[in-house]
């Protein structure tokens, strides 16, 4: 209405009448038609640009995908580089960052698992075979890592830190920030580690057999005893045919001789340089929880398990598993639980002794 009161107001004020043209005529009534249904405006501030304009919430959510994807952009340039400047850099910087990452994953699976034993009145044995041995080995990681962190609490003590990670990475680190170099070196120096208690263990067994009050016992100890020292793996029969010497004196876990204990101590991969008590305690603990593992992993199947889950639980119960196939791997796990199945909790030194007797001349392992 304003737009056609002035044109006819223009004309009047110049002092000429002029009739509107056709074309204007047309033009007014469009104006009308558009202000009477709303339409923006020439200056209202919506029509002064065609960019549209988000929310709050959707500006914030790219600007942070753009500063992800410059980010990412900038990384991978950044690792070009120190592959193509600094190849043996790179490689310890990737293997520490994976670590950083693996460890991260590995602490966030332990509090879920201990958080539902807690909910649920869980037991540690009446967790699943994998779960059981995720914490048993978080549990084993974080007892590691517990020596750097109390080095590290002095000021400026982190560079310390860092130098001692470096040079002693087998000692200090875990697994996670080993390369896979580092990771075959360091379990065959390990292995190395306890082959070198083999002897002695037999040895003991050896002068032991006069000391075995049974008559059938002693005699079954000496043929096992002499079947291993000629190279010859021992039977499932043979070996539990001696259960019963095991749970009492003078190879029942409460009489082991200290010498003993710190052998098999070395055997198992734990430190011997412990008082005799700490030593039988630790070692009661170690095996009663390879006992509860075994009994998971049977319940499981080892069918179940992928190739990696079972030439670590090899390794962990004294095979080197990393010079032999998969399936003599899983045939070796297959006898060593038959055995450990068959024990009772008074008998499980046998199951520590076991570490030495089947895995010492399995094929593949004697060199």
């Known amino acids: 209405m304003a737009l056609s009161w002035v044109c006819w107001a223009r004309p009047a004020l110049w002092g000429s009448a002029v009739t509107p043209t056709p074309y204007i005529t047309r033009r007014l009534q469009l104006v009308r038609f558009g202000l009477a249904w709303g339409a923006p405006r020439l200056f209202d501030p919506p029509c002064r640009s065609s960019k549209l304009h988000l929310s709050p919430k959707a500006d914030v959510k790219s600007l942070i ?73 978080f549990r084993r990681d974080v007892t590691k890592c517990l020596f750097l962190g109390i080095i590290s609490i002095p000021p400026f003590a982190n560079y310390l830190v860092f130098l001692l990670m470096y040079l002693f990475p087998r000692q200090l680190l875990i697994k996670h920030f080993w390369t896979p170099k580092q990771q075959i070196d360091f379990l065959e120096i390990y292995h190395t580690i306890r082959k070198q208690s083999h002897p002695e263990i037999l040895c003991y067994l050896e002068k032991i057999i006069p000391h075995i009050s049974d008559a059938g016992l002693q005699w079954h100890m000496t043929e096992l005893c002499t079947k291993v020292q000629r190279g010859t793996h021992p039977a499932v029969h043979d070996i539990l045919a001696l259960r019963e010497g095991f749970s009492k004196h003078p190879l029942g876990m409460n009489h082991l001789h200290t010498l003993q204990m710190k052998a098999l ?51 962990l119960r004294g095979l080197n598993s990393t010079l032999i196939a998969e399936e003599r791997c899983r045939a070796w796990l297959a006898e060593w639980l038959q055995i450990s199945c068959s024990l009772k909790e008074a008998e499980l030194s046998l199951l520590l002794h076991n570490v030495v007797l089947l895995s010492i001349n399995y094929t593949g392992t004697r060199r």
């Not at 950083?100 to 075979?129: G, V």
């Not at 603990?285 to 670590?312: F, M, N, P, R, Y």
């Open 65 to 137: 995908s753009s500063l992800v994807t410059k980010t990412k952009v900038i990384s991978g340039k950044y690792h070009r580089f120190l592959d193509r400047h600094f190849p043996r850099f790179y490689v310890l910087y990737t293997t520490f960052m994976k670590g950083l990452q693996m460890s991260w994953a590995d602490a966030k699976k332990a509090k879920r698992i201990k958080t539902n034993m807690w909910k649920h009145n869980i037991k540690f044995h009446q967790l699943s075979y994998r779960e059981m041995e995720h914490l048993r080995q």
């Open 265 to 315: 101590s070395r055997a198992m991969l734990l430190t011997p340089h412990l008082p005799s008590v700490l030593l039988r305690h630790r070692l009661k603990t170690h095996t009663t929880v390879i006992h509860q593992l075994d009994k998971a992993l049977a319940k499981l199947g080892i069918s179940q398990l992928t190739a990696q889950e079972v030439k670590s639980a090899c390794y």
